[in-house]
Structures are given as structure tokens and as C-alpha cells.
């Protein structure tokens, strides 16, 4: 919450309408499971609570390839099938949500000249893709390059700056 507070006026109105809601719904949540009175929280508060939790879960652990449906919900002490419905009111599956948050970080650090020195397939292995091959397929399907053409362009745009 102190951090959020330090970087508000980064925030758009409507971002900081969105993140002043799931921070309460936080706070909420906490408080009423420290004072043993989770069932007079309203569900959705509960929910959008939940899922601030298994975001922020799932961001600390996008390096870990073992990172799965699995381990969420066990970490989170649900169903399997109700993080998949939490998921899908979202409008994606746990799944795809992960593997965008993969390849948002290796396109950030493929772009970062500092990380030059990296191999692309550290890059990937950092963010939990094990397997080089279908880190390339998954980058090219998403972004329309190979994340080498994707680093060289990001290069010359450094270069010329």
C-alpha cells in the first residue's frame, strides 16, 4: 500500500479508480480474515481479493517453470476448478494469463540494451520457458518476430537514439 501511495500520480483517473478498489478489497479481505469474520465481506470483494493475491502470486513467480494451475490453487487453498473459474469471468484461462506475463518480461529484457549480454535463451529461462524452441514459436505467434529479429530491431532503435 506505501508503495502504491508513492507511485499514485503514475496512475491514469482510471487506473487509480481500479487500483484504490482492489487495494480495499485487500485490505478487506485481510481484516476480516484476521478478525475470523470472512462471511461478512461480500463475495465480490472476496473474489477481486483473491485475484489480486494470485496475481501478485503469479508475477513473483513467472521464473519458475514448475509455475502451474496446480501450484496456484494449491498456494491459494482452492479448487483447481475455481481458479479456472475465476479465471474465465476474467476472460482468459490461468494459462494464457501466465504466458502473456512470460513474454511481456522477455520482450522488456530483450529490448533492455543493459541485458545485451544475456543469451535470448537466458531471457527466457529467467521468465520460465524451458525449452528454447517453443519460446521462439510462442514469441514470434505473439509479437510477428523471432525474439532475435525482435532484439536486433530493438538495438538499432537504442543505436540510433
Known sequence: LLRLA?????????????????????LTATLASALETES???PHTRRRALMAQI???IQTNLGDPHLTPDAIAAAHHISLRYLY?????EGHSVAAWIRERRLQQCRRDLADPRMAA?????IA????FDSPTHFSRTF?????LAPHQFRQQAIT???VD
Open 6 to 26: 508513492r507511485h499514485m500520480d503514475e496512475f491514469s483517473p482510471a487506473d487509480t479508480a481500479r487500483v484504490s478498489t482492489l487495494a480495499l478489497d485487500v
Open 40 to 42: 461478512a465481506v461480500p
Open 55 to 57: 496475481h501478485t502470486f
Open 85 to 89: 473459474k475465476l479465471f474465465r469471468t
Open 118 to 122: 544475456h543469451t535470448i535463451t537466458a
Open 125 to 128: 529461462a529467467r521468465w520460465g
Open 140 to 144: 514470434r505467434s505473439a509479437y510477428g
Open 157 to 159: 532503435v537504442h543505436a
